[in-house]
């Protein structure tokens, strides 16, 4: 299967960081306008999922036990359904209700177009 998401060694990084703030982790990329432009980071559990949005992938990340699950909206992953992303950190406020708002950064989306 091939992969649709992964992370810069930084993001890796600050998630560990934050696993042990907050305890397990999940990512929502809901696509929208302003905060849904870039992936959020939750608590896992506290953003509810359902039909409307699709597991992209599970991260495994060294140093935390068990993989950070990303999902995706589903209107987001028609437009990006030939796209691979890079989850990265950088400089910047962080996002609304991401764990990360406090700390000086922000995930960000990096993308490629998958090979054919």
Known sequence: MV???DLTPAAAGLLRELTQRHGP?????SG???DGSSPMCYPLGEFRTGDSDVLLGELTVTG???PVPFWISASQYAYWSH???TVDVVPGRGSGFSVE???GVRFLI???LLDG
């Open 3 to 5: 992969s649709r998401v």
């Open 25 to 29: 982790l999940m990512f929502h990329q």
């Open 32 to 34: 929208g306008c302003c």
């Open 64 to 66: 935390i036990a068990d």
């Open 83 to 85: 796209t691979h992303l």
């Open 101 to 103: 708002a406090p700390e």
């Open 110 to 112: 990096r993308s490629r």
